[in-house]
């Protein structure tokens, strides 16, 4: 007499599986850094004066509304004249007679545009110019 085998049916439990991809997800979810394109948004002081023409060779130097440096928009790492001063000396060496614009925002706190043109001041340069809006009153 034969005897037969008796099958098991075998089941693959998900939820274990189910319940530790979720928390993977929820994990890189938490811990993934998204980047911001960032573009610096300044309302500049207003004016009453005609435009002046800028040369074609300038150095922008833009101060948010938090007093943050940005040298052709691009972010320093703090907000002093040291570093400052030492991210505007490369780009003078080669052009001495640079034209410097300060653009500020209306709300920037005066120590910080005062930081901005002493750290020009220190590195000899004479062409500064302050960017305002013209006053469409």
């Known amino acids: 007499m034969m005897l037969r ?26 811990t993934t850094s998204f980047t911001r ?10 004016a009453d004066v005609e435009p002046l023409e800028t040369k074609s060779e300038s150095l922008e130097i833009s101060i ?3 007093g943050r440096y940005f040298i052709n928009k ?3 790492v703090n907000k002093s004249i040291d ?3 030492r991210a505007i000396a490369p780009l003078i060496e080669s052009n001495p007679d640079i034209s410097v614009i300060v653009s ?11 930081t901005a043109m002493d750290a020009t001041s220190q590195l000899g ?4 110019k302050m960017a305002t809006q ?3 009153e």
């Open 64 to 66: 948010d509304k938090e």
């Open 134 to 136: 013209r006053n469409d």
């Open 104 to 114: 500020a925002d209306a709300n920037t706190p005066y120590q910080s545009v005062v």
């Open 5 to 30: 085998e008796k099958k098991n049916n075998v089941e693959v439990n998900l939820t274990p599986l189910i319940d530790v991809v979720f928390l993977l997800l929820i994990f890189f979810m938490v």
């Open 37 to 46: 394109e960032t573009q610096i948004q300044l309302e500049l002081p207003k």
């Open 83 to 85: 570093t400052l001063k």
């Open 74 to 76: 691009k972010a320093l």
């Open 125 to 128: 340069i004479t062409n500064l």
